[in-house]
């Protein structure tokens, strides 16, 4: 569920609001701090920065819009290191243990904290700029006491939370505009497509993460299609600042840049018209594919930041990497059904893999695929029922590749995770990872794993409600690893899970949820070396949100 | 148990300088783990360090703090030539691409803080587990003993060698001998004479009463690549090691000479001794 999907009785805030008026107040004041006279420079600007030319109606009333949320969330892990014993490689369990007892307790509580603010700046009908600001993003509660004024740095005595450095982060800032040939997007904009399984922009009320790029995107209307071409810059490597500071960083070197060229076909009603068309007994198609092609000719290992090495040709690689992604959806929407589908393509190459100045390696190939086909229907009001298949291509090297460590060479047998790639002898990484913000569980991808990977599973579920802003969900999640050899026991079955979750969202924007899990592991999450079974694990997962 | 053949034996040179092989090998800037009871299980770390690949092995491209560890593998054929193949401009070409590979071993660095003569080997920042090459490995690994030595900021030196048994074996030489000299540039060599410091005794045996002298002539002969199944390494430093042992003015004397490929990120990358004639190999798979 996103924010957006919730209820809302409260219209959009109008161009005028308090808001808008307020930041119209403010603009003056800066200004008025700049050290001289504002002149016109090269793009006409100068007048707007002039407090003393007459503001234009564009500048009286630029509108403003605020989406966002404040997230509490809270948990319960039981027994998530399945008390089946350590890995090979790490030496650790599959989850933290507490750290006082971690041979006797196992069970962890942790609460954390967000505020998403996702200003939108009307600049006209055709015109605005976009921003997603996190605040105090995935704070943990408790975890910035002040003890610096009572009884000497005692955790017991601490009245106050201090403000952590980072208290603000800006994920994305973009500009939107509307010509008259098409639409033109360009900034750091969020990357989503189909159901989110490959690219996510994390907006999910739940999500953590999200995509992004840097680039700009293109899109004409064909023939009731949009025609879409973007550009990304997803690395540009080194820089530097030709004043020592102060001045606009150049980027050293355009041939280590991680450049991206997509073109995408779309088909989709918004959500007004969907509705409108499955509320008279009419079906809707959404569907849509892209295609995109990334590249990088050379790598400067290490020379990320002013601590990094200096981008010089003793310290190039010559990366020689190139991919190509196919990723096709479909959503065919009845009165009572709605069938879903996303199937993921994935090739690359890269010449060299080395993570090193002066080293070289023999090239390492990708070839991966998966994909997820759910069908939801609604027998009748109050009622759904679903079904999800969902696959990721594995590779056969020991551990599920979700999230490796970058200090581990590479994964042994009886490894829950580690590199998928073992030089000399393996150099294919062939497991499809599907973005961490799409959740098909609550215990074994989502927080054991990392993200669904080296997969299948099938996933029923029935809803029943919303009945005055309650509904009710349960879902079963049997999960298999597609390649044995990458399960910890080298056994194919992983775990079948039961997920039970309650929902409230009010009207105003009110929401909380309450989800729990329980995790039955099958014979290939058992610990072979030690001999140990794994055992069921549980999870409690609160939510409480205020959506605007 | 001691050593079965020290100090008598001509191996004795390929037992010590084979511990600093070990040595080098770990002084590669990786991010390790802390070490397990040897020769215990571990993650092969992979580098985290910064080497420019300038060709000059700089103090900051090595590291030496305990708790690194490293696998190395025995190279079963004959492997390239000590001074590899010549290549354009002067460079080497050490060849491991066809290579048949042995038994892997992993060692540790260790913390000497704790050793039993750790006050007869003040200084010592690092500590190399090691046995008589001509023991069988189950041996070595049951009486080990330790090669002491000193990282500072621009040198390692060695101190001298302990026993971990307490009261088998000291051998703390009369002044730390240079080592390594930062930083290393293919044609740098330096040398040093040093004996036993009164208190080095092998069991109920005063070594200082032998009057022993080792002389250690250290150089960095060349430069070039390395090639291993996979990869390739540029910017290796041939370092010779020539250690000899000299009993008495005119007793006898017997010689060693170890070969060492340095990367300047992963350390010793291959190392070979005069006496076994095989090489050794860093970052093979195991």
Redesign the interface.
């Known amino acids: 569920m996103t924010p957006r999907d919730l209820p809302r009785a409260r219209s959009r805030p109008s161009r005028r609001t308090p808001g808008a008026l307020l930041l119209l107040a403010l603009l003056p004041a800066g200004i008025l701090l700049l050290p001289g006279p504002a002149r016109a420079d090269e793009w006409g600007l100068g007048a707007v920065r002039d407090p003393f030319a007459t503001p234009t109606e564009q500048d009286r009333f630029p509108g403003l819009a605020l989406d966002g949320y404040l997230r509490l969330r809270s948990d319960v892990l039981t027994n998530l290191d399945l008390d089946r014993g350590p890995t090979p490689s790490t030496g650790e369990t599959f989850y933290p243990l507490p750290a006082s007892d971690p041979g006797g307790k196992d069970t962890l509580t942790s609460g954390n904290l967000r505020l998403r603010l996702e200003p939108r700046l009307d600049l006209g009908w055709e015109l605005s700029v976009h921003a997603r600001l996190d605040l105090l993003d995935g704070l943990v509660l408790g975890s910035t006491p002040d003890l610096a004024t009572r009884w000497a740095a005692l955790n017991a005595a601490a009245t106050r939370q201090q403000a952590p450095a980072d208290s603000l982060v800006v994920k994305q800032a973009w500009g939107q505009a509307l010509t008259p040939f098409g639409l033109l997007l360009a900034g750091r904009l969020g990357v989503g497509w189909g159901l989110g399984v490959v690219a996510n922009d994390g907006s999910c009320l739940d999500c953590d993460g999200g995509d992004t790029v840097d680039g700009l995107l293109f899109a004409v209307p064909v023939l009731q299609h949009s025609l879409g071409l973007a550009y990304g810059l997803s690395a540009t490597g080194a820089s530097f600042d030709p004043w020592g500071g102060g001045g606009q960083a150049v980027d050293a070197d355009p041939d280590d840049d991680v450049r991206s060229l997509s073109l995408s076909l779309l088909r989709t009603a918004t959500p007004a018209v969907r509705e409108v068309l499955r509320a008279g007994g009419r079906n809707v198609l959404d569907y849509g594919l892209v295609v995109a092609y990334r590249w990088q000719d050379v790598d400067y290992p290490g020379a990320t930041g002013e601590a990094g090495l200096a981008p010089t040709a003793a310290t190039r690689v010559a990366r020689g990497f190139s991919g190509v992604l196919v990723d096709g959806f479909l959503a065919f929407a009845g009165p009572t059904h709605l069938l879903e589908l996303e199937l993921v393509l994935l090739s690359a190459s890269f010449d060299d893999a080395s993570l090193l100045a002066g080293m070289r390696t023999d090239p390492v190939t990708a070839r991966q695929y998966g994909g997820v086909v759910r069908e939801t229907i609604r027998p009748r009001a109050g009622l759904e029922l679903g079904l999800e298949l969902g696959l990721a291509s594995g590779d056969p090297a020991p551990g599920f590749g979700a999230r490796p460590r970058t200090t581990q060479d590479r994964a042994r047998a009886g490894d829950l995770d580690g590199p998928q790639l073992a030089l000399p002898e393996d150099r294919r990484i062939d497991n499809l990872r599907f973005s961490p913000d799409y959740h098909v569980d609550l215990i074994l991808w989502r927080e054991l794993v990392g993200t669904v990977t080296d997969a299948l599973y099938l996933r029923p579920r029935v809803q029943l409600g919303p009945w005055r802003g309650f509904t009710l969900e349960l879902v079963g999640i049997y999960s298999q690893a597609m390649e044995a050899t990458s399960a910890p026991a080298a056994e194919a079955p992983l775990g079948f899970e039961t997920d039970l979750a309650l929902r409230y969202a009010s009207p105003d924007g009110l929401v909380c949820g309450l989800q729990y899990g329980l995790l039955f592991p099958l014979a290939g999450l058992d610990n072979r070396e030690l001999g140990l079974d794994a055992r069921p694990a549980q999870r409690l997962h609160g939510l409480l949100g205020w959506v605007f | 148990m001691p050593p079965k053949t020290f100090p008598g034996s001509p191996a004795v040179g390929a037992w010590l300088t084979g511990a600093l092989a070990t040595l080098l090998l770990l002084g590669g800037c990786v991010?390790g783990?802390p070490a397990?009871a040897w020769p215990g299980?571990?993650?092969?770390?992979?580098?985290?360090?910064?080497?420019?690949?300038?060709?000059v092995i700089a103090a900051g491209e090595l590291d030496f703090t305990p708790g690194r560890r490293a696998p190395y593998a025995l190279v079963a054929s004959p492997g390239p030539p000590v001074a590899g193949l010549p290549e354009a401009g002067g460079l080497r070409l050490w060849d491991f691409r066809d290579a048949t590979f042995d038994s892997v071993h992993e060692v540790p660095l260790l913390d000497p803080a704790g050793l039993w003569c750790a006050d007869r080997l003040a200084g010592g920042t690092v500590a190399l587990p090691f046995g008589p090459d001509e023991a069988p490995p189950d041996e070595r690994e049951a009486v080990p003993s330790l090669l002491v030595l000193a990282a500072t900021g621009m040198a390692v030196d060695i101190l001298g060698v302990a026993s971990v048994q307490p009261e088998l074996l000291l051998l703390a030489y009369d002044r730390a001998v240079p080592f390594l000299r930062f930083p290393l540039v293919r044609g740098a060599r330096w040398q040093a004479e040093v004996a036993p410091a009164p208190g080095s005794r092998l069991g109920s045996l005063d070594l200082a009463e032998l009057a022993l002298v080792d002389a250690y002539r250290v150089e960095l002969a060349g430069q070039g690549r390395l090639t291993?199944?996979?990869?390739?390494?540029?910017?290796v430093l041939q370092l010779d090691l020539q250690l000899t042992r000299r009993l008495g003015d005119e007793g006898a004397t017997w010689e060693s000479r170890q070969t060492y490929l340095v990367?300047?990120?992963?350390g010793t990358v291959a190392l070979r001794s005069e006496a076994d004639e095989v090489w050794w190999v860093i970052w093979y798979?195991q």
């Open positions: 991010d783990t397990a299980e571990g993650v092969p770390p992979l580098p985290t360090c910064r080497g420019d690949n300038d060709g291993l199944p996979g990869m390739s390494l540029d910017n990367h300047e990120c992963l798979p």
